[in-house]
């Protein structure tokens, strides 16, 4: 069984099937399954909007909504005690209102994914070589729109 998350080699490789040591298999971020009522685990940039929603999230009963609040491209961040220079495998879901697409990045501004403007649920599952040491998760937004997260 796949398990959302982000991971490192060695830390929680079990938890997203890859080749290597066995680790503790536990996710870096703090509520990455988006489960808590608060968005308090994630910090708001450019004037987002973030809200936990809870209807059709993609598992269990909320997701993270990062919605336009009147500066372009609205994002939620986190740090989470990564390592630059370290590798670690980033996966989860996003959708878009339809209008605006996803995008996830890392806190060095290197874009990690980038979704569509669908409706539907898209998986994302990237490895990467940390250039900062936190997550973002993003609206390419430029008006009114939003995009939501979920199991990441």
């Known amino acids: 069984m796949r398990l959302p998350g982000i ?4 830390y929680s490789i079990p ?3 890859a080749p290597g040591r066995r680790g503790s298999g536990r996710n870096l971020l703090t509520d990455g399954d988006m489960e808590a009522a608060a968005t ?16 059709t999230p993609h598992g269990g009963a909320r997701c993270l909504r990062v919605a336009y609040g009147g ?20 996966t989860g879901w996003a959708r ?10 890392d806190s060095g501004s290197v874009t990690l994914w ?6 539907s649920w898209q998986y994302f ?5 940390a250039v900062g040491t936190s997550i973002t998760l993003m609206a390419l937004a430029t008006g009114a729109g939003y995009v939501e997260f979920d199991d990441i």
């Open 7 to 10: 991971s490192a080699p060695g």
């Open 15 to 17: 938890r997203c099937g």
């Open 40 to 55: 308090t685990a994630w910090t708001a940039a450019a004037a987002a909007v973030l809200t936990k929603e809870t209807t």
């Open 125 to 129: 599952s990237v490895t990467y070589t």
């Open 71 to 90: 500066t372009n491209l609205p994002r939620a961040t986190q740090a989470f005690g990564g390592v630059a220079g370290k590798v670690y495998r980033l």
């Open 114 to 119: 980038t979704g569509t403007a669908s409706t």
């Open 96 to 105: 878009s209102d339809g209008v605006v697409g996803p995008r996830v990045y």
